[in-house]
């Protein structure tokens, strides 16, 4: 088979790979703890399940509108409006299945063969995989531990040339857990006008956020017309299988995303949409009872991990992911959580998963049960003393 020269440019997510490795030692009577997937061990809450029964019912089952059903479109404009203080209104609104549709539409619309793209690196891989597929030039935007994970400015600014028309941004962000500050995004906000970019600002995490406050570029003078809003339902509502996400953008731009919309799915699934709605304007105790897991399990990690001798972790601000430093240990990111899976029944990440910059690095998702954790740790434990033992 000759496939196009295109697909040598297309990209994968690690954690699925890894995760399939994982049910096959599970298949042979090896027990895993999964750390792998980013995915709220929770599940949907009540209300939103019973509003997708209700929805399959009341007849819910056939075509919609390709850009979203109209009532879900505004819930959505009011939720943002609400939450990051701006005045969209459903006409800027795009319903997708998942937010990763938001990535692929969005960098196929607006970015031209050697145009340059900043996105984060260690960032969410399907960024740069995008950027190559469509045959723009992704450059990197080193994230760093000593700046707490977050972007440097000065750094962003140097990297930003005449053919720099789109930046990718991502707080809370995986893999780090990193949060941007309110200086940082409107500092960053302040380049976007300047040099005229389109920012995609991802905020899947939005709402997973245990210190300080999400603050959306959106807000920002200027940046209503240049800014796309990706968020969905998948992590605040733990509705991944449901595959519901959405863009908040320029009316003219969500128009252009409509176009691919139709050219590509048609539309999202009109039940999924009645749940959707359900999940924004229904009871958020679920929401907030999760969040709270998520604290105390995050402080589990940082603690365990610290106590291991060669490892060192952040305390993360946001999602729901650590990203402890290994090179205390000897070992590269990717043998180390080869062996972590094969030896000792942990599935883990690499860092350099999420790019070359995260050498060094695991990622461990902490959306499983504190007991499951804690056994992760000592596993964890174990693997480092080995390691350090050999190297």
């Known amino acids: 088979m000759k496939l196009a020269t295109r ?17 096959a030692l599970e298949a042979q009577g090896r027990d895993v703890i999964h750390l792998e997937i980013g995915e709220p061990d929770f599940d949907t809450p009540a209300n939103v399940c019973e509003a997708g029964v209700s929805a399959i019912r009341d007849g819910w089952t056939h075509y919609g509108p390709a850009s979203g059903q109209p009532d879900l479109r505004q819930a959505i404009a009011d939720y943002i409006n609400r939450s990051r ?4 209104g459903p006409a800027n609104v795009v319903v997708t299945p998942g937010g990763k549709p938001i990535m692929f539409f969005l960098i196929l619309a607006l970015l031209e063969e050697g145009d340059d793209a900043i996105f984060p690196d260690p960032g969410f891989p399907i960024y740069r995989s995008m950027i190559d597929f469509a045959g723009a030039r992704a450059i990197p935007l080193p994230i760093r531990e000593e700046n ?13 040339t005449p053919r720099t028309t789109f930046l990718i941004i991502n707080s809370p962000a995986n ?5 941007f500050t309110r200086a940082d995004i409107e500092a960053i906000a302040g380049l976007a006008v300047e040099h005229d970019l389109f920012v995609l600002a991802d905020e899947i995490y939005s709402e997973i956020i245990y210190d300080g406050e999400h603050h959306s570029i959106a807000m920002f003078p200027g940046m209503t017309e240049r800014t796309i809003i990706l968020d969905g339902f998948s992590k605040t509502y733990a509705m991944t299988g449901w595959r519901l996400g959405y ?36 009871p958020q105790d679920a929401v907030l009872a999760m969040v709270d897991a998520f604290r105390r399990r995050r402080d589990l990690m940082v603690q365990g991990l610290n106590d291991i001798p060669g490892i060192s972790c952040l305390q993360p601000d946001g999602a729901f992911y650590v990203f402890p430093n290994i090179s205390g240990l000897g070992s590269a990111s990717k043998p180390f959580a080869d062996r972590l899976l094969e030896e000792f029944g942990v599935a883990a990440l690499a860092g350099t998963s999420f790019g070359e910059h995260g050498e060094g690095y695991l990622r461990l998702s902490y959306a499983n049960s504190e007991e499951n954790l804690s056994k992760a740790l000592d596993r964890i434990e174990s693997a480092a003393r080995q390691t350090a033992t050999v190297g």
Do not use: H, K, W
């Not at 697909?7 to 049910?23: C, I, K, N, S, W």
């Not at 707490?148 to 930003?160: G, K, P």
């Not at 252009?256 to 749940?275: E, P």
């Open 85 to 88: 203080g701006t005045t969209y």
């Open 148 to 160: 707490a994970f977050r972007l440097d400015v000065a750094e962003l600014e140097s990297l930003i």
């Open 175 to 179: 893999p780090t857990g990193g949060v």
């Open 247 to 282: 863009g908040v953008m320029p009316e003219g731009l969500a128009d252009q995303v409509s176009r691919l919309m139709v050219n590509s799915v048609s539309c999202t699934t009109s039940l999924v949409q009645r749940a959707g709605i359900e999940a924004l304007t229904g």
């Open 7 to 23: 697909m040598q440019r297309l990209g994968t997510e690690t954690a699925f790979e890894v995760l399939v490795r994982a049910r």
